[in-house]
């Protein structure tokens, strides 16, 4: 099921005691942000399904991707809850327009390189915070 207000996210975990913690985390953390938009998470073991992990080029987990018909972006690191935080807002937004037929991606690109400075966006990159 993916509709046009909804969010898709694939979370790669290897299947551990402390997997389960965190997949619990970003799950709660999801449910919480989710109030005015729906989101689809599934879980993929990279041991069970390596292929996905190729696809997606990753080369760390936890990672959570996020499925978009625009692009996909990833998250990975300790710190997934913090960057799913930091980019719900936008999340939000681009899901809104998309349902109404007004985002402008090219837009949006150039208000946020006009309103950041290069080492914040570096910092982005840094935490891994980044699009592909």
Known sequence: MHTSASLSFLLFVKRRSRAASRIRKIE???TQL?????????VVDVREQPYLVEYFRL???PALVRVSETGNQVLAGDDIVSQIEYWWPRWQQETAGSATG???????????ANGRSLSEADSDMSSGSWSS
Do not use: G, R
């Open 28 to 30: 709660q953390c999801l």
């Open 34 to 42: 989710a109030t005015s938009v729906s989101f689809e998470l599934e």
């Open 59 to 61: 080369v760390a987990t």
């Open 102 to 112: 007004t985002t402008d991606v090219a837009a949006d690109l150039q208000a946020d």
